[in-house]
């Protein structure tokens, strides 16, 4: 299985997949997450929450989906979901990540959530337990959040299971966090096998709130790796009431919501391979996939360019969002 099998063109919306951060877990940073979800999250309630945005999301088109050993239960939803559903299996592409493990023990109050190893030990824990869980499944496998100064890119011992991995034909990909992802996505380009990237993906948050790894994508596209964006609504802050009114505006001309400008405009960028939706009801997700069918007008991308903020000032104000 290799992320290769993704198609683009399969279905209207299937550039937009489905990350299952929001319901893998009780406690996550997304804005309105009391609104969104029963207080009672139990692991029944979060699983069976988790099934029906993924019913959904292959009902209207979504072949994409994304999970992390990070994630609470989701890698165990998510097989659970492919194990109900032999139908579907066999149409998504599955991807999941290593290298932060969840400490929180099913608790949105912890006062830490997960901690981060990008060592081999680490990995050789993590996708064992991802290969318990979705053996067979398994398309793609990230580095969870790396930084320019990450050891997994230097680190030998881990590149050599990442290039055996890439030779048992899944494919090897990154994610990056900070101020800092345009250094780190270079520094990604620069690491290869055999003088071709070990990399076959990238996945970086990108909103019009956070544009700034925008030319370093750029060039992972035209280095053959597919960007998948995270993030594009800015954890909620680009969604509903909270989006800015520049945002609004542009959805009341459109007759949308906020959250479907945001991703359009990311979708607008033409090395933007998948979207991902952090939907936490299917509510939440078909006003998400709207984004596909969204064309907006170069004086309305243009007005969405200038709420750009500084990178160090934007992942300030996201470190400082409250797990609830």
Do not use: C
Not at 22 to 43: C, F, M, S
Not at 54 to 75: I, M, N, P, W
Not at 173 to 180: H, I, K, N
Not at 209 to 233: D, F, N, Q, Y
């Amino acid at each position: 299985m290799a992320f290769s099998r993704f198609r683009p063109e399969a279905t209207p919306t299937a550039r937009i997949g489905l990350g299952l951060a929001a319901v893998g877990r009780p406690g996550y940073i997304n804005l309105g997450r009391a609104r969104d979800l029963p207080a009672d999250r139990t692991p029944g309630a979060m699983r069976d929450r988790a099934h029906a945005l993924l019913d959904a999301a292959y009902a209207q088109g979504v072949r994409y989906l994304d999970a992390a050993r990070s994630y609470g239960r989701a890698e165990e939803f998510l097989a659970g979901w492919l194990a109900a559903r032999p139908d579907a299996a066999g149409d998504v592409v599955v991807g999941s990540k290593w290298g932060y493990t969840y400490t929180a023990d099913w608790r949105a109050d912890a006062e830490v959530h997960e901690v981060k190893d990008h060592g081999a030990a680490t990995f050789d824990r993590q996708y064992a337990e991802t290969g318990q869980l979705l053996d067979g499944a398994l398309d793609l496998y990230q580095i969870h959040s790396v930084t320019p100064d990450s050891p997994a890119l230097t680190d030998r011992a881990v590149l050599g299971r990442l290039t055996r991995l890439a030779a048992s034909g899944v494919t090897v990909g990154l994610s990056t966090s900070g101020p800092a992802q345009a250094d780190a996505i270079r520094a990604a380009l620069e690491v290869t096998v055999d003088g071709r990237p070990l990399f076959g993906t990238v996945q970086s948050t990108f909103n019009v709130l956070e544009p700034s790894a925008g030319p370093a994508l750029a060039e992972a596209h035209a280095a053959g790796l597919t960007v998948i964006v995270k993030e594009g609504m800015a954890n909620g802050r680009l969604a509903a009431d909270s989006a800015p009114p520049e945002v609004r505006r542009v959805a009341e001309a459109h007759g949308t919501g906020p959250d479907a400008v945001a991703l359009a405009a990311v979708l607008h960028e033409p090395w933007a391979g998948v979207v991902l939706s952090g939907a936490a009801t299917t509510g939440q997700l078909t006003a998400n996939l709207a984004a596909a069918r969204l064309r907006l007008t170069p004086d309305e991308r243009a007005a969405l360019t200038r709420l750009a903020e500084p990178p160090a000032a934007y992942w300030q104000t996201r470190a400082a969002l409250p797990w609830t």
